[in-house]
């Protein structure tokens, strides 16, 4: 069995968060029944977006309900 030894480059990263991002904010939306539009717009001026984007933090290795309980605790906190 090989193993795969090569780096994960940024743009793979980056395809990574959007695909967790766009998973997480279409539950939240049919959820909360609101445009998909609208949620992306309030998510992407969110703490919890700059962290999804920074690589560092590792989060877009976490699934759409990790990124959610995030998200919603970052919300808890602004109330």
Do not use: H, N
């Not at 959820?31 to 969110?46: D, G, N, R, T, Y």
Request: negative net charge; glycine residues 2%; proline residues 4%.
């Amino acid at each position: 069995m090989a193993i795969y030894d090569s780096p994960i480059t940024t743009e793979q990263k980056e395809a990574t968060a959007i695909t967790v991002m766009r998973c997480m904010l279409t539950a939240y939306a049919e959820e909360k029944q609101l445009p998909f539009e609208q949620v992306m717009l309030a998510f992407s001026q969110s703490r919890t977006y700059e962290a999804l984007f920074d690589f560092s933090t590792e989060i877009w290795k976490e699934g759409p309900e990790y990124l959610r309980g995030f998200y919603d605790e970052e919300l808890e906190r602004s109330a």
